[in-house]
């Protein structure tokens, strides 16, 4: 065994790019290659880290399959924290199913680590949690204890369960301090904040308060009727009501459940709903279909009455109807909440994250950099997008995932 590439290797184990460096800095062969393009990762040179990986993986014979796969999870782990998720996620499958065979167990479970992270990222936490499940933790070293108890504690954000996400956290924390590895203390810290930042905004009797993750869980386990601005969904217990399609009836449930227990003029409705500025005979007349309308589609969970004024909503087997508010009214608040990471992103795998068209991305975020909102840096296929994290909130909310269905 070279006992130079076996020094290096434990320095970047304990997180020390720099002493890896000393070691192999002017050596050329394979393994030399592969150990100094991942402490060029974690100094941030990502495009030279992937060069270097690049040049490793060509240089290994291929009977050195397992060195070969242990390139391919480096440089996905590359492609991750450079947000190309366009990288092939079926190489890093490849690549952990070459370990697994090779008994190579702990770069296996990081490849997997990896692409629960990836499927967290684009929303997919059905299938993230099946990655995650077969997954053992028991025999992990600290390091990559704390990445496996980050991937749980990010699921759990993820479905409101915020108990057990501080369990996770907990676990995180222990394990990264065991680690003795700066860098991962500090992404640990910086989760339990999202924990401990309002989350979104409650809106009832014409006031509102900020909420933290476990107080948004709360109020979806109360049986207040809630207007949800994240998913648009009218909810009371167990019974959701999707409007998502219907964003003039979404427009007024949320109007007249921000009125409750007052009332809305006819007046106000319109501008809310129509974007009209005066209420005349038309809008009046389109306000009468759009109201019944709404009332179908509600009638299990509430009646609308009209008033002198305009109309009322009265929920029928509770007492309380609110509004659960984004953080910030910002139309495009995913694009800002995916960039909020704090990571550079390419236009291509926002649009991949949000599963929505790239030119639709495009135009938002030109629109956000008029308002100094978000920059950008390089051109062409180089060019990436960031933003500094919105002030006084977490983003969990924000992020594309299903996780009323959780």
């Not at 684009?122 to 933790?137: F, H, M, S, Y």
Request: proline residues 4%.
């Amino acid at each position: 065994m070279d006992s130079l590439i076996t020094a290096a290797g434990l320095a970047l184990a304990a997180g020390d790019p720099l002493g890896a460096l000393d070691r192999v800095a002017l050596r050329e062969d394979a393994p030399a290659l592969a150990l100094r393009g991942i402490a060029m990762a974690q100094l941030g040179d990502l495009d030279r880290a992937k060069a270097l990986l690049r040049r490793a993986a060509r240089g290994f014979s291929p009977k050195e399959a397992v060195a070969r796969a242990r390139c391919v999870v480096a440089e996905a782990e590359i492609a991750l924290v450079s947000r190309d998720l366009g990288w092939s996620a079926k190489a890093l499958d490849v690549a952990r199913a070459t370990l697994e065979k090779h008994g190579d167990r702990l770069n296996a479970a990081h490849a997997g680590h990896l692409k629960v992270r990836r499927l967290l990222l684009i929303g997919r936490l059905d299938e993230a949690e099946g990655v995650l499940a077969g997954l053992d933790p028991a025999p992990l070293p600290p390091a990559s204890r704390a990445a496996h108890e980050l991937a749980v504690a990010g699921i759990a954000m993820r479905r409101l369960r915020t108990k057990a996400a501080r369990t996770a956290l907990e676990w995180a924390r222990h394990a990264a301090h065991r680690a003795g590895i700066a860098g991962l203390m500090a992404e640990v810290d910086s989760a339990f904040l999202a924990l401990d930042t309002p989350a979104a905004r409650l809106i009832a009797n014409g006031e509102e308060r900020p909420l933290l993750l476990e107080e948004v869980e709360a109020l979806q386990a109360s049986p207040a009727m809630v207007v949800d601005t994240f998913r648009y969904v009218v909810r009371s217990g167990e019974t959701a009501i999707s409007l998502a399609t219907r964003p003039v009836l979404f427009a007024l449930a949320r109007t007249l459940a921000e009125a409750w227990p007052g009332d809305v003029s006819r007046e106000e409705l319109v501008a809310r709903a129509f974007g009209g500025k005066h209420a005349d005979e038309s809008h009046r007349a389109r306000l009468r279909v759009e109201i019944g309308r709404l009332r179908a589609e509600l009638g299990t969970l509430a009646e609308i009455g009209a008033t002198k004024r305009g109309f009322a909503l009265a929920p029928r087997q509770v007492r309380v109807a609110v509004v659960l508010a984004r953080p910030i009214e910002e139309r495009h608040a995913a694009v800002l909440a995916l960039l909020a990471d704090g990571e550079a992103w390419s236009s291509s795998a926002l649009a991949l994250a949000l599963a929505t068209g790239q030119r639709s991305v495009q135009r938002a975020l030109e629109q956000l950099a008029v308002s100094g909102k978000v920059q950008s840096f390089g051109h062409g296929r180089a060019r990436r997008w960031m933003t500094p994290p919105v002030a006084g909130f977490t983003t969990t909310l924000l992020l594309p995932a299903p996780w009323l269905n959780g």
